[in-house]
């Protein structure tokens, strides 16, 4: 059934700046439509200012997916602490970070170690079409096909072999001992639980899942919003504006640590917030 949100002026959002950002792996524009799929929905979602039209989920699905009961304003104005920020936030004012399935996160990001982001969207939708189930439904895009992404217990049976067909390589293995750790019953509720440092941990505990991949998820997936991921972008944008750099080619364990650290004290509980905000202005802020 369709449906039509009315965004109040107190509810701003970017709907291209939060699903194009690379936050998520799963959505794409056509024709002036944002598709892509979470959990066993397939969505399509188009702005026109304060309206978004929503096709596949009802307003209470997407108003949650969206963050839309988070006060952005207040989240940005906790942030806003120098020029750098303010014009990170200025050029992509209503980006909103995204409440992403948990699994399906964990798996995505464990995709993108040492990668590109259509290499990652790559092997997402591989593993999608291989094992995921089929969505059917009157608001697909004509002659469209969309999978829920599968399930611990739909790949259960997969090996390495077939995460390799997935375009997975080394990563493969991985993928396949994660899966036997995300088939315990108690799993997600278990690591929802914890607090960010101890949950942060319980993921690097997984064989593939390093320092950055683990902030990721729980930024994205746990929604700990005070997580700080650090890439060769933020290393770049952090080094140029608020540290002074190793010079070094390749970021280390403890250079990661440091930038990490500086993020959450600099920008406080909200520093995923403005590590996206900072992510998505890198070529304003990295410009000569």
Same mark, same amino acid.
């Given at each position: 059934?369709? !449906?039509?949100? &009315?965004?109040?002026?107190?509810?701003?959002?970017?709907?291209?700046?939060?699903?194009?950002?690379?936050?998520?792996?799963? *959505?794409?524009?056509?024709?002036? *439509? %944002?598709?892509?799929?979470?959990?066993?929905?397939?969505?399509?979602?188009?702005?026109?200012?304060?309206?978004?039209?929503?096709?596949?989920?009802?307003?209470?699905?997407?108003?949650?997916?969206?963050?839309?009961?988070?006060?952005?304003?207040?989240?940005?104005?906790?942030?806003?602490?120098?020029?750098?920020?303010?014009? /990170?936030?200025? =050029?992509?004012?209503?980006?909103?970070?995204?409440? &992403?399935?948990? +699994?399906?996160?964990?798996?995505?990001?464990?995709?993108?170690?040492?990668?590109?982001?259509?290499?990652? &969207?790559?092997?997402?939708?591989?593993?999608?079409?291989? +094992?995921?189930?089929?969505?059917?439904?009157?608001?697909?895009?004509?002659?469209? !096909?969309?999978?829920?992404?599968?399930?611990?217990?739909?790949?259960? =049976?997969?090996?390495?072999?077939?995460?390799? /067909?997935?375009?997975? @390589?080394?990563?493969?293995?991985?993928? #396949?001992?994660?899966?036997?750790?995300?088939? $315990?019953?108690? %799993?997600?509720?278990?690591?929802?639980?914890?607090?960010?440092?101890?949950?942060?941990?319980?993921?690097?505990?997984?064989?593939?899942? @390093?320092?950055?991949?683990?902030?990721?998820?729980?930024? +994205?997936?746990?929604?700990?919003?005070?997580?700080?991921?650090?890439?060769? %972008?933020?290393?770049?944008?952090?080094?140029?504006?608020?540290?002074?750099?190793? @010079?070094?080619?390749?970021?280390?364990?403890? $250079?990661? #640590? $440091?930038?990490?650290?500086?993020?959450?004290?600099? +920008?406080?509980?909200? =520093?995923?917030?403005? &590590? !996206?905000?900072?992510?998505?202005?890198?070529?304003?802020?990295?410009?000569?």
């Amino acid at each position: 059934m369709p !449906e039509t949100i &009315q965004l109040e002026r107190d509810e701003p959002l970017d709907l291209d700046a939060t699903l194009g950002c690379g936050q998520a792996f799963r *959505w794409r524009k056509r024709l002036g *439509w %944002w598709e892509g799929v979470v959990g066993a929905r397939a969505l399509r979602l188009r702005q026109d200012g304060h309206r978004l039209d929503v096709r596949g989920a009802d307003e209470a699905f997407v108003r949650h997916y969206l963050a839309l009961d988070q006060d952005l304003e207040a989240i940005l104005s906790s942030i806003d602490c120098d020029a750098v920020i303010h014009a /990170a936030i200025e =050029a992509s004012y209503g980006l909103r970070i995204l409440r &992403q399935p948990l +699994f399906e996160c964990l798996i995505s990001y464990l995709c993108a170690t040492n990668t590109n982001i259509p290499a990652v &969207q790559r092997r997402v939708e591989e593993i999608t079409v291989r +094992f995921g189930r089929r969505i059917s439904g009157d608001d697909l895009p004509a002659s469209s !096909e969309a999978y829920a992404f599968p399930t611990p217990g739909a790949l259960r =049976a997969a090996t390495g072999e077939d995460f390799r /067909a997935c375009r997975l @390589g080394y990563r493969a293995a991985y993928a #396949e001992d994660a899966v036997m750790a995300c088939d $315990e019953p108690c %799993w997600e509720g278990c690591i929802r639980k914890l607090p960010y440092e101890d949950g942060r941990q319980a993921l690097m505990a997984f064989h593939g899942i @390093g320092p950055k991949a683990a902030d990721c998820i729980a930024l +994205f997936g746990l929604g700990h919003l005070e997580a700080f991921p650090v890439d060769l %972008w933020i290393r770049r944008i952090m080094i140029r504006h608020y540290l002074d750099g190793s @010079g070094r080619k390749t970021m280390t364990p403890a $250079e990661y #640590e $440091e930038i990490r650290q500086f993020g959450r004290s600099r +920008f406080g509980l909200y =520093a995923g917030y403005a &590590q !996206e905000y900072l992510y998505s202005a890198r070529a304003l802020l990295c410009s000569e």
